[in-house]
């Protein structure tokens, strides 16, 4: 079989970026330096792999300014074959949906078109995850993804596809869409001095395109404004011989609270992809579940708890007014903590709005729906993505449905993404909070240099997902039945699925007391001297997204923009540097402790209390130590 593989590529900034909006409302990148995307990198050079051992051609396109022709300069000196650059002003501030239309109209010109078009499955700059999903249901193909194996045969992809909880044998049809996982093989990364002319990319614009609608006026989302991120921290730094400094160190943590015995809520669910990051504001007001006890901490200190209490009285179901609409929660077979949490933040948006709460669930999961925030259940008969968006799309016409919320996890991902193309709806990803701004849905997700983006959407339904692991667990109102209801889900036929293999138990870290960050200051073979320290403090081991991509510890253990995020009541950062996307991740946690040799790291500038130290010189002093304050 000879392939034609297309790869999608994006420029975005090299590290991080300002965050800041230019004077048209669009994300400032004026004399940032860029680069080639990391997950895009793996997708060319799985590309070139493919089409050079079946006889095939590969090809990669990219959607950006003049200056992105470097990232297929680069691409070609990887040993791509022929480049597109779609470039035109009026493509500018173009939102995920629109995007993802103009690059099926490019990939529509293609002399040859693709048996296989790879995409990266996220990107550092904005970690939608939604353009390849988005892009296979414009052209009618199978999705999978993230893959860390990808073969052709007979006519079908098999891969092994990447969650955070283990692995998947999945085979799909061709032609077909498939993110790439940044694991799935080393990226393609080639010499600029082995470029070869910009002259040798074709370009095209929208003049070359089928007609259609571009840039920010056509793109039903956009960003609203940037806020700063507060200033939540003050730290104590503390300096000299390592036994002192875990002495001095203890005891600021002591009088802080950290070693008061906290419970920790029970765990399950079996597969979660990247969790989300970064500080939300809640409502004001309260007229649905309130604040679970002990969960009070994880809401921004900006937000009053209800009656003067965080879990003062039962959950209410009055609704203010007439209901103008319901608020319909997709529920997966994700982590049970996480959809809680995600009903209870529908459940405190239709208490906004004067509306309900319909959860539509697969037949697997949680079903204490009522309890948690639900007024009705739809439960689905299949589970296929593609099929999935195809019902609700049926479904949803003529219910007046305000908004439709997922969490970030791959299922919920690819179906909302394909209902947003299906809808015209656009889709707000990997939010960290929502509220309801003049009847339209808002919310905030973390942007570059540490900020957050304000996102709203203009569509109808507004379509959203979450990264539920910063979400508060309210406490639940008394159960009560809900009438079964069903949705007929057809089979999908272009993808078939085999083994699933359980690996680590990341989601864990969703609701752990205390987690420990490691970063490449702490070599593999060295964790297990971290180990009397984490049970002491019965906490969950997390990494940077270098760590995972170097397999020192599964992905299921990434914190990040582009990972989970985790709001414990401690968080021990070791041996990492303090990117503020890994950063992002950890902002909610109570208090931040960092251990680091360089008192010019920028994790300094983001903990509570730090040690300029070697960890391994500091560490069985806190050990002792942490012995008498943990029994104490």
């Known amino acids: 079989m000879n392939l034609v593989v297309t790869a999608l590529v994006k420029q975005v900034p090299k590290g991080d970026h300002s965050g800041r909006l230019d004077a048209d409302g669009r994300l400032e990148r004026a004399g940032a330096v860029a680069e080639m995307n ?49 470039s035109d002003p009026a493509l500018a501030g173009s ?84 993110a790439v996982a940044e694991r799935s093989c080393d990226p393609a990364k080639a010499p ?35 806020h700063p991120a507060p200033l939540t921290r003050n730290p104590v730094i503390f300096r000299g011989h390592p036994q002192s400094q875990a002495t001095r160190a203890l005891a600021e943590l002591t009088a802080r609270g950290c070693f008061q015995q906290q419970s920790t809520p029970p765990r399950s669910g079996r597969q979660a992809a990247g969790e989300g990051s970064g500080a939300a504001p809640a409502p004001s007001e309260w007229t649905g579940l309130q604040v679970a006890a002990g969960q009070a901490s994880r809401l921004p200190s900006t937000t009053p708890a209800p009656d003067g209490g965080a879990a003062s009285r039962p959950l209410s179901t009055e609704r203010r007014g007439a209901p103008r609409g319901e608020v319909v929660v997709l529920v997966g077979d994700g982590p049970v903590e996480g959809t809680r949490a995600l009903l209870g933040a529908a459940a405190a948006l239709a208490a906004e709005v004067g509306g309900v709460v319909t959860a539509v669930a697969t037949e697997e999961g949680d079903r204490e729906f009522a309890r948690w925030g639900a007024d009705s259940v739809v439960t689905l008969d299949g589970d296929e993505p593609r099929a999935v968006a195809r019902a609700l799309t ?44 003049e009847g339209r849905l808002s919310g905030l997700k973390p942007s570059g240099g540490g900020t957050l983006a304000e996102i709203i959407s203009r569509g109808t339904p507004q379509i959203a997902t979450l990264r ?69 403090l019965n906490a969950e081991l997390a990494a940077t997204r270098k760590v995972t991509d170097q397999g020192w510890l599964p992905h299921g253990r990434q914190i ?19 990117n503020l996307n890994h950063l992002a991740g950890a902002s909610r946690a109570g208090t931040v402790v960092a251990i680091n040799t360089d008192p010019a790291a920028e994790i300094f500038a983001h903990c509570d209390v730090g040690l300029v130290a070697d960890w391994q010189e500091v560490m069985p002093y806190l050990v002792d130590g942490l012995r008498s304050c943990v029994s104490g």
């Open 560 to 578: 990040g923009i582009t990972g989970r995020s985790v709001a414990p009541r401690m968080y021990l950062a070791v041996g990492l540097s303090g």
């Open 95 to 178: 939102d995920c949906l629109v995007t993802a239309r103009a690059l099926a109209a490019t990939i529509r010109l293609l002399d040859d078109p693709p048996d296989l078009i790879l995409v990266g499955n996220s990107s550092v700059d904005g970690s939608t995850g939604a353009v390849g999903a988005m892009l296979a249901e414009l052209l009618g193909l199978p999705f999978t993804g993230p893959v860390l194996a990808l073969e052709p045969a007979d006519g079908r992809l098999r891969t092994t596809v990447q969650y955070d909880a283990g692995t998947e044998s999945v085979t799909i049809d061709l032609p077909a869409v498939v």
């Open 192 to 226: 600029a001095d082995t470029w070869p002319s910009p002259d040798v990319v074709r370009q095209v614009t929208t003049a070359d395109l089928a007609e259609g609608s571009w840039g920010l006026a056509a793109s039903p989302t956009k960003v609203a404004q940037v």
């Open 38 to 86: 990391p997950w895009c990198r793996r997708a060319v050079a799985q590309a070139v792999r493919l089409a050079g051992e079946t006889g095939g051609r590969s090809t990669a396109i990219t959607m950006g300014p003049a200056a992105a022709v470097d990232v297929l300069r680069e691409a070609l000196a990887w040993g791509v074959d022929d480049a597109v650059q779609l």
């Open 468 to 536: 539920t692991g910063l979400l508060p667990l309210r406490t639940p109102r008394d159960d009560r039945p809900l009438e079964p209801q069903t949705l007929h889900v057809e089979p999908d036929t272009a993808i078939f699925r085999t083994e699933r293999r359980t690996g680590s138990d990341g989601d864990a870290l969703d609701r752990a007391e205390v987690v420990i960050g490691v970063g490449r200051g702490v070599p593999p073979e060295k964790y297990d001297e971290l180990e009397p320290v984490r049970l002491l």
């Open 394 to 437: 049926g479904w949803l016409q003529g219910r007046g449905a305000w908004a439709v919320l997922g969490a970030a996890l791959p299922w919920d991902r690819e179906v909302l993404a394909r209902l947003a193309v299906t809808s015209d709806a656009g889709l707000m990803s990997d939010l960290v909070s929502l509220s309801a701004k």
